[in-house]
């Protein structure tokens, strides 16, 4: 795997851990971009400056750089390449659908899962503060935030349901087929159009989906979680949106300023190239995930989030595992780790029991305690299965030694 | 053109017999604090000249503003000795404040220490009034309220100052001795070393680390903290104590309800043999009381038991909103509120003992056999120097 950041060692602490480079196991806060990501952004820069808006030679390079992945996009995502826009990341994405609500002439009502990632959940708080009234749908018996569950929430002046398709804590997956064809079937018997939006920045070149097969109307991607740069996200996006910022009219006026050419090309190159690897890819992190599952299952007092993931380990993602060892705080199981040569995260921060974030794993289902025990560990395509096994081996001996602590 | 500003001396007239003590202190805090401004200080009986040059008044200004011992200073200007000189630069002076005010009132304060000048007080005085009168119309003399006193001084050269701008009063930094800060990330210790340097102690602060059970940044944001304090009170010393092993030996053999308590324990007793080490007198905590349970009057008794020196909390009367607004006066506030906390709630009881028994609590602390390790964690601690 590529360099994991551990050449700046800062205190003797650091020392204590295993190996010099390091195991990068957060590839869903971010992934390394990969070589091919690195040399077409520093090209693309180089070569292909001009502002795609301009009439001479340069512009219209640079135009055809910009279209040319917007189409490639469009391939990989299956969906029409009139309805790619970029963006500056996925959190813009999500803002921007979103809060195309509050150009609507009144304020109405909108559903999300209980789950989202906080660049839907935060825009949700806004439309409140305008009159909007927000449902936030934690997941049914089912285990998941499906189409009966949704269905529940919808009212007569619903304009938009947002549910995303891969957690980005405990890797879930959530049926959104079965939910737009729910919001279909209801349309076609007379209802409301009811706008779709999916948030699909931790499934884009990892789980095969389509925007159509999704049935979605809107839909974000990131492109840095798939090895492509950081500052460019994709939104796709029909005409039912309305743009909150204005200027030169760039990506159909819907998110205007000169585009970010060099970042775009390399995206676009990422998303295919994550997608020509997907099932092989997809396979290898299942077996990844497998390992992981296996090895910590037998350890004092793991807790694997949510608890019936091993019961459906088809419903979720296996780039993505939550973990916990309570009472040891996520927070402090990191540092250790990182301090043996492992980088895993955590949402939730220690000592803080009172206002740690613990809202999306408890929307999962996840008892308070178990969430601010968290841990997440995810996988990229360069992860070894060593990787995982060396992982196991060195977390095992740090809870042990953790729980002589903890209570 | 030199500035001079002339600086009053906070306490120090009270300090009698002290005094060339306290004097010889502030002075060689001043030149530590204005050692990046080239300047000369001048002793002037009860008062301190400092002179630097023109383009460096400001940045003296604001030194000089937040300098501990001082209770405040003028700006002033120098002038030759003739009269027409005098003039010349009581215009410029007086002229600056009018331009502010529109129009005020004043009197002339002069002293004439060089008794070969053909005038004496009175006459520079009427003299001086006269001529400014003529100068500036809407100048009004006034004996009893003067909106500002002119002071003229005749010395080698002649001083003409007007305004004073308030100090930071105190007594300056290092008269009383060094003093332990027992320093947390809170809002509270800061302000407590900040209180206690103004008292004249000069500070040693301790931070307490238990990684991985806290984070690095919370060391880093104690060493933020200790350097804002630094920068206000002329540098300290930072101890950084590896406390894990002790916390987790009082977890395993402690009560519950009595972690907390004896976490605090060790702390005075480190801070208390780390005093002894460093010569000094006393030990500082930012405990106010009842603020939590380690603070009640029992608690206080309990963990105060394990200090040899006088324990030190100016903070034991305020409440919090005083606290908070010196915190934010001292620029230590926003850091403090920093979302790190320097304790892991793994060690912290979940019902902390309120009214610890004395002779009880003494008993079962004694029990747990870590005497060794606390003066084992005093020997790894980390000692960073802060210039102020």
């Known amino acids: 795997m590529p360099s994991g950041g551990r050449a700046l060692s800062r205190t003797a602490e650091d020392a204590r851990g295993a190996g010099a480079s390091g195991v990068y196991l957060d590839w869903a806060a971010t992934a390394p971009p990969s070589r091919e990501t690195a040399d077409c952004l520093q090209e693309t820069s180089r070569e292909i400056f001009g502002n795609p808006s301009s009439i001479h030679r340069w512009g219209g390079q640079a135009r055809a750089l910009l279209e040319e992945s917007r189409r490639i996009v469009a391939e990989e995502l299956d969906c029409d390449s009139g309805l790619v826009r970029f963006t500056s990341g996925g959190t813009e994405a999500n803002n921007m659908a979103l809060l195309s609500l509050l150009r609507r002439p009144k304020p109405a009502h909108l559903v999300m899962s209980a789950l989202e990632h906080a660049s839907v959940h935060e825009p949700g708080r806004i439309l409140e503060k305008f009159g909007w009234r927000v449902s936030r749908v934690r997941r049914g018996a089912s285990g998941l935030v499906g189409a009966a569950e949704i269905g529940k929430a919808l009212r007569p002046d619903t304009a938009l349901v947002a549910v995303m398709l891969v957690n980005n804590e405990t890797g879930q997956i959530q049926p959104l087929e079965e939910i737009s064809g729910m919001l279909r079937e209801r349309e076609r018997s007379g209802g409301p159009r009811i706008h779709l939006h999916v948030d699909a920045v931790q499934g884009a070149g990892k789980i095969p989906f389509s925007v159509r097969g999704l049935g979605a109307d809107s839909l974000s991607v990131s492109a840095h979680k798939f090895q492509g740069p950081r500052g460019v996200g994709i939104l796709v996006a029909g005409g039912g949106l309305e743009p909150l910022h204005t200027g030169g009219g760039q990506e159909y006026g819907l998110r205007p300023g000169t585009e970010n050419t060099p970042g775009i090309a390399a995206a676009g190159r990422a998303l295919a190239a994550a997608c020509r690897n997907r099932e092989a890819n997809l396979r290898h992190a299942g077996n990844l995930a497998a390992a992981l599952l296996d090895g910590v299952r037998s350890c004092r007092q793991c807790r694997i989030l949510p608890e019936d993931r091993l019961r459906r380990p088809g419903a979720f993602s296996p780039y993505i595992v939550s973990l916990a060892f309570p009472p040891i705080p996520g927070e402090v199981l990191v540092r250790v780790m990182d301090d043996r040569g492992y980088g895993i995260s955590t949402g939730s921060a220690c000592s803080s029991r009172k206002t740690g974030d613990t809202r999306v794993l408890e929307g999962s289902g996840v008892s308070r305690e178990d969430a601010f025990s968290s841990v997440r560990v995810s996988f990229g395509p360069d992860t070894t299965e060593k990787n995982v096994l060396d992982f196991v081996h060195d977390l095992r001996r740090e809870v042990e030694l953790l729980f002589k602590v903890a209570r | ?388």
Do not use: W
């Not at chain 2, 002076?93 to 529109?102: A, C, P, Q, Y």
């Not at chain 2, 000048?117 to 100048?139: K, Q, T, V, W």
């Not at chain 2, 332990?180 to 509270?188: A, P, R, T």
């Open chain 2, 1 to 388: 053109m030199d500035t001079l500003f002339l600086l009053k001396p906070g306490e120090l007239m009270l300090k009698g017999a002290n005094r060339p003590f306290f004097m010889r202190v502030l002075r060689k805090n001043l030149s530590q604090a204005l050692r990046e401004v080239p300047h000369r200080l001048e002793d002037r009986h009860s008062r301190i000249l400092v002179r630097v040059a023109e383009a460096d008044a400001p940045r003296t200004a604001d030194i000089l503003r937040r300098f501990i011992g001082i209770s405040g200073f003028s700006p002033a200007l120098v002038s030759g000795k003739s009269l027409d000189d005098i003039e010349h630069t009581a215009s410029l002076l007086v002229g600056s404040l009018l331009r502010e005010r529109g129009t005020a009132r004043y009197k002339i304060e002069a002293r004439r220490a060089d008794k070969s000048y053909p005038l004496d007080s009175y006459g520079i005085a009427c003299e001086l009034g006269e001529r400014l009168g003529r100068r500036f119309p809407d100048l009004t003399v006034s004996m009893r309220e003067p909106d500002f006193i002119l002071h003229v001084e005749i010395r080698g050269e002649v001083f003409l100052y007007a305004l004073a701008e308030e100090g930071e009063r105190g007594l300056p930094v290092g008269v009383s001795g060094r003093g332990i800060l027992l320093l947390s990330g809170g809002i509270d210790s800061p302000v407590a070393g900040y209180l206690m340097a103004k008292r004249g102690l000069r500070l040693d602060a301790v931070y307490y680390h238990s990684y991985p059970y806290t984070g690095r940044e919370v060391r880093d944001k104690v060493q933020t903290l200790a350097g804002l304090l630094a920068r206000r009170i002329g540098g300290l010393n930072l101890h950084i104590v590896p406390f894990t092993e002790i916390q987790v030996k009082i977890r395993e053999r402690a009560p519950e309800d009595r972690t907390t308590l004896f976490s605090r324990a060790s702390m005075m007793r480190i801070a208390d043999m780390l005093a002894f080490r460093r010569n000094a007198n006393s030990l500082i905590t930012g405990e106010s009381l009842s603020q939590v349970a380690s603070q009640t009057p029992e608690s206080l008794r309990f963990t105060g038991s394990f200090a040899s020196l006088p324990v030190l909390r100016p903070l034991v009367g305020m409440d919090k909103e005083r606290i908070i607004g010196i915190a934010r006066a001292i620029g230590t506030y926003e850091t403090s509120i920093l979302p790190y906390d320097d304790c892991c709630v793994v060690f912290a009881s979940r019902h902390p003992v309120i009214r610890p028994k004395f002779q009880e609590m003494k008993e079962s602390f004694m029990g747990l056999g870590i005497e060794e390790d606390l003066r084992k964690a005093l020997r790894a601690a980390e000692r960073i120097t802060i210039d102020g």
